[in-house]
């Protein structure tokens, strides 16, 4: 299996709901460093999983609603905890839809099988959602 | 898959047992990073893997025996080569024994499907190991 | 010149006052790596520079006032831009408070003679600043 | 399952073909920085998954030809692009080569499983190839 | 005294005349990450050094002549050889430049006193050079 | 000023005498990750500091007779206390006798006004010593 990581940051502000969040219920924020792998089985036949630059410009897209916002404010979180691993979640989400609807250029949109995304909230935890992208 | 990461260090002594260590066969030590990722298919009812926090306090604990120690005193690697890979394992089977026994709270002694441990003992080298916490 | 460093990090929300600022005049937060270098031109009858333990500890209370704030609510910020280079020279002011306070212990209090703050807010930007501790 | 990794860098120079390449496409070279990860179920009788040693040995050698090279010169890519994600495969092909001959000692060439090699072009970008060694 | 520091890459191919560089007297590349630090004593009006956002496109600018290159056919450098803490210098040179030349907006082309570039060439090698930007 | 550093690491045992080191007290262990810093004030006639690979050769003899050791057995170290701090300003002396004794090649003897060496204990922790080479 063949992978390509690119990666990007954002910084926001938010807030979580729950005792178990201790002092990050207050309104706090964070640099998420971003980082997504897209996986295939063969290479296209430029001899790449996908174009960099666009994979790139395509999470700079993905990221671009939430930079420097406050997520507490955002509809899409109404009603949920924007903890780590629901935004990497969410990522995933943005960016499936992103190679599904061919951004990525070449044969990408049917040969990218899977899409794994890491967000590091400091250099000592991070979280990861991985999944399939057709299916 | 979710998955939540949390790293800390040990700085430990010890020795290993075969030509094939060389050097390493004399009394010397290292410094290792240690990085635990708990691996979920669904998040908990707060939208989370584990509770961080609790992640963080049961690696540390499960660390503490080891921390500041010369590994060839310790009863429980009597007739054992303390080698990073074996390690990493020892580490994988008492932070198990942790999450099976409820340590990390919530719901996570059963959710949590499986762990891997990694131990960097300097920049050019490291071991993992992992697998399931149930059955 | 001897010197030791300690590392911790923190997670705020703010907002900047500028149009040289662009979208982080939004409230939004960062996750700011903190480095707190000690300099001294002899080490003290231990064979070190302070006390490793209670160099973090007096980092970690320096921190704790901003730790998951919004740093626009704090009177202390009441009429300033909380940008990374202000914020690294507020946490130097304090740390510097400390050390004079005899907070490091032994001979620190005199023999530390400057200070160094680094806040990395990225991994491809940061601020520093470096003073003296008397005088 | 166990792991252990080495990493090395080496330095090319390399042009790439395809207008997909943009400024790519012009002679210029890279610092690649390779990571062999090794993959094994049990330990050998050391209580290692390979003697480190000798795996950054293999590597080294592995990686010799291509070290301070201009790839479009070498006849083994002469109708190839030499993108990260093939220049993965290919160490890889010579990684497993090199394991199933026996070059890592012990048992190493029945019980590695799968390897994985990641290739850093910078601190944002990398690529992956990984595979089984047998059959 | 603060500081700021923008990071960013770029890469390149070129040869070194001398039997002192070995095997890199052939054509090889590199992937120079580099880091541009800007010192000034006091902040101005926004509590800033300089605009990080200038501060990284004036980098972006200076690289551009380099990125994907082959250093050796660029008249720049037609007599000199075009090693790390070379191209440290001129990276100084042309960044100086353009801070004089009020590149970086606000006060910076006076305020900003000494400027430092480093370059990494892989993660165990790195150069630097530092100046001051005026007289 | 233009510098150079190459990097390098050990792993050795030790033990701390002082209630202020706490559990350091027992023998434990580190990986140090070293970097030496060459500076000097202009290069030589071939556009360096230093070869690189002598300086990293250096590096390597100066290391190895601490390499895989206990240092609470060598004579050296005898009425010492090992501590980070210590070890930078022992590593800095004979790195630096190893400069004056020609071992750099080239003018380095006289050329390289001063050094520091920088050593890593954990991702959280280290210390530095630079001085002069020359009287």
Same mark, same amino acid.
């Given at each position: 299996? &063949?992978?390509?990581? =690119? ?12 005792? =178990? ?10 640099? &998420?460093?971003? #980082? ?21 410009? %395509? %999470?700079?897209?993905?990221? #671009?609603?939430?930079? &420097?916002? *406050?997520?507490?404010?955002?509809? #899409?979180?109404? *009603?949920? *905890?924007? !903890?780590? #691993? ?17 951004? %990525? ?12 995304? !890491? %967000?590091?909230? *400091? ?13």
């Amino acid at each position: 299996m &063949y992978s390509v990581t =690119v990666r990007d940051s954002m910084m926001i502000a938010h807030s979580l709901r729950g005792a =178990v969040f201790g002092p990050a219920q207050r309104l706090h924020g964070a640099t &998420y460093v971003v #980082e997504i792998t897209l996986c295939r089985r063969d290479l296209d036949r430029h001899g790449i999983v996908a174009d960099i630059g666009r994979a790139a410009a %395509l %999470l700079r897209d993905v990221l #671009e609603p939430y930079a &420097y916002r *406050n997520l507490d404010d955002l509809a #899409e979180f109404s *009603n949920l *905890n924007t !903890t780590t #691993e629901m935004l990497a979640k969410t990522i995933f989400e943005h960016y499936a839809d992103g190679v599904r609807a061919g951004r %990525l250029d070449g044969d990408t949109d049917q040969a990218i099988e899977s899409i794994a995304v !890491t %967000l590091r909230e *400091n250099p000592d935890a991070w979280a990861r959602y991985d999944g399939a992208v057709h299916g």
